[in-house]
Every structure is written in structure tokens, then in C-alpha cells.
């Protein structure tokens, strides 16, 4: 018998609802959930196949330890191995990465954990969104608004965040999208694109019709950046006129991420590796984006669902359950945030974040 539960669908930092189809506890595709306020039944490509990384050939469903090769291990012996190497290194020595994939709850309890321990360095792969602390617009503001300004390629990267954009434009809103290629799918279905060399040149010499137009009602999207500053420049403009900032972020708990644990760029990652002997990753993939940086790690611990580059460079691969395997909370870009529940059981001998985070610290005679 098919049942369908409702959950927030983990792709991007929108935050659209879905109904994922369980038969005989196991997910076998997507239904729209057509009363969700943030995308009212709609969904994009991934979403409709993001229940396909439960049944991956990458999916991890035993613990991994490195013996020449990494080998199939239990947890016991990892868990214990786990507590030993922590506790043979100086807490300046360890360090933390997670990311905005994973749920608020397991944010806190790392967060926890690396405040028991006194590890200061911790933090989430934030892909140059820095942490901000303004109140955002939100899909109502930008799907009424007279003039949108949209920085990244909002339509094709987050379909139903440009699904408002495109409600708004039938509505009568002017929009002007800025971008790198020569050609985005937000630039043609805009009313003006501008091929830009640099965001901050873009900010540095900002158009006076584009100034003009954002003293209107208005919204600025922004789906990237090159540095985190151009957050703030960005901000500071969107407050000297009639606009609202909404920044588009890679993951889908970015901005629950950012309230809890230090937000790291692609720089502060390198250091932070580098400056450790010792390092805990839960739910990224740093290896992917600065792999010279590992090369001095005495030991690495990776925390995973999948198998990535990460995860084959580790001493200890630890599985952990996809989000349709737990429960938490994601927070989206416009800070709204919704409860997520476990549908079906973990795969394999997988174990939520959570309990994983838990088990280490039992391990090592702390509480949490």
C-alpha cells in the first residue's frame, strides 16, 4: 500500500514543500503538495528526484575504517577509535566542518559538542554567503513587487523562487538580471540583462536606472557572490531605497546553519584545515574544494550519507541517515522554519547525526 507523507524538500535554501510516495518503507518518487505556501504545489527537477540519493550506489550503510584501503568496519570499534584519536590531540589541535545540509538540531548539538571539548575551530561551509542578521523580504514582497534585480541565475538554479519572479512580471514588475555568461535563463525572461566582469564592479559602478528603479517597490535577489562583503554593500543600498534583500543560499539549512555555528568561506575553510591535525566533517564535502589543505591532517573523521571525495580521503568514514531517514528542522532563505520527519527507516547500518554526535560524546565521558 502506498502512503504519502509531507516533508520539506532538501535541494536548496527555498524550502518548497513535498510529499514523498512510501511503499513498503521505501520512498518510490515524489507528489506535489500543492498547500505549501512556498511553492503551492510546484516543484523543479531536483525536487521531483531528490528522493533518488536514498537509493544511490554512493550511499553508505556500514562504517568505513582506513586499513591501507577503507574497509567495512561496526561501530563499536569505530566509535572507540573516534574517542581515542580526540582525545590524544589538544582541543587547538581539532577542528570542525558541517554544513547547511544538515538540520538545525544537529547544528546545536555540534555546536555543543565542540563547546564541551573548548574547540573554537568549527564551522559550516557557507559557499561566500556570509552570516547576516537582517530581517529578509519575502516570496509575498517579491512576487508584488513593481522591480526585481536578480544577481545570479535565480531561474534555472531555484525554479520556484523565479516561478515568483515570473508571477511578478506578469503582474506589471520590471526586472534586470546581472550575471557572467553571456546568456542566463534568468537574463532571457528578463527585461534587461547586464553581462557583468565582477559583482563589486557591477556595485561599484551601479547603473542610475537601476537606482532609480529600486526607490520603487522593490526586491533585490541575490544568488551569489564573490565576496562575502558584497552582502553588506548590498544591504546597504537595498536600505537607502524602497527594496527588499533576499539572498538565495546553496543549501537547504544555510540559514539555520548561520544562526548557530560561524560561517566559513572558501578561504576560511583552507585555514581552518590547515591549522588542525585533527578533523571532524559532518555532512560537506571540503575535499572537493580545497584538497591541498588536507595534506597535513594527522587523521580525518567524515560523517556522511554518501560517498565523495571527503569520505574516501578519511581514517573513519561514519554512515548517516539522509534527511527522509530523521527528523529536525531546515530553516529557508526567507527564515522561515519547517519541521522535516523521519519517513522511513535508515538504510543499512546507518545512524541518525544525532545519535552519532551523542555516542561520541558517551564515548568520551561528556554530556551534551
Not at 577503507?70 to 566509535?79: A, I, M, Q
Not at 558541517?98 to 555546536?111: A, D, H, P, Q
Not at 546581472?178 to 527585461?191: C, M, R
Not at 539522509?322 to 546507518?350: H, L, M, R, Y
Amino acid at each position: 500500500m502506498m502512503k504519502l507523507t509531507h516533508t520539506i524538500c532538501p535541494s536548496c535554501s527555498v524550502g518548497c514543500g513535498i510529499n514523498l510516495i512510501n511503499k513498503d518503507q521505501k520512498v518510490v518518487g515524489t507528489y506535489p503538495y500543492k498547500r505549501h505556501p512556498v511553492n503551492e504545489g510546484k516543484n523543479c527537477l531536483r525536487g521531483r528526484e531528490c528522493f533518488k540519493v536514498l537509493g544511490e550506489e554512493t550511499r553508505l550503510t556500514t562504517p568505513l575504517i582506513r586499513n591501507g584501503n577503507l574497509v567495512d568496519s561496526d561501530w563499536e570499534n569505530v566509535l572507540n577509535l573516534v574517542a581515542e584519536k580526540i582525545r590524544s590531540y589538544k582541543n587547538d589541535e581539532i577542528g570542525i566542518i558541517t554544513s547547511g545540509n544538515c538540520t538545525n538540531e544537529e547544528c546545536e548539538i555540534l555546536k555543543k559538542f565542540a563547546d564541551v571539548l573548548e574547540v573554537e575551530n568549527i564551522g559550516y561551509n557557507n559557499h561566500n554567503f556570509p552570516s547576516f542578521d537582517f530581517e529578509t523580504g519575502t516570496l509575498d514582497d517579491l512576487e508584488s513587487s513593481q522591480f526585481i534585480l536578480v544577481i545570479g541565475d535565480i531561474l534555472k538554479d531555484n525554479p520556484l523562487m523565479g516561478r515568483r519572479i515570473i508571477l511578478a512580471r506578469e503582474n506589471g514588475a520590471g526586472i534586470i538580471a546581472a550575471d557572467y555568461p553571456e546568456k542566463t535563463t534568468t537574463g532571457i525572461n528578463a527585461d534587461k540583462y547586464v553581462q557583468i566582469k565582477s559583482i563589486r564592479e557591477f556595485l561599484d559602478r551601479l547603473d542610475p536606472e537601476i537606482q532609480n528603479k529600486l526607490d520603487q517597490h522593490s526586491t533585490i535577489v541575490v544568488g551569489k557572490l564573490d565576496h562575502k562583503k558584497e552582502l553588506d554593500d548590498l544591504y546597504q543600498i537595498a536600505s537607502k531605497s524602497n527594496s527588499k534583500l533576499i539572498p538565495v543560499m546553496d543549501d537547504c539549512n544555510s540559514r539555520g546553519a548561520m544562526n548557530i555555528l560561524p560561517a566559513l568561506d572558501t578561504n576560511d575553510l583552507k585555514v581552518l584545515v590547515e591549522s588542525v591535525k585533527l578533523l571532524y566533517v559532518v555532512g560537506d564535502d571540503p575535499v572537493s574544494y580545497t584538497e591541498e589543505s588536507f595534506k597535513n591532517l594527522d587523521f580525518l573523521i567524515t560523517q556522511s550519507p554518501t560517498l565523495n571525495n571527503t569520505t574516501l580521503s578519511s581514517d573513519i568514514v561514519l554512515p548517516s541517515a539522509c534527511w527522509a531517514e530523521k527528523s529536525g528542522s531546515f530553516t529557508n532563505s526567507t527564515g522561515n522554519i519547517q519541521k522535516i520527519q523521519q519517513i522511513v527507516p535508515v538504510a543499512g547500518d546507518t545512524q541518525d547525526d544525532v545519535v552519532i554526535i551523542q555516542k561520541i560524546a558517551e564515548k568520551l565521558n561528556i554530556k551534551l
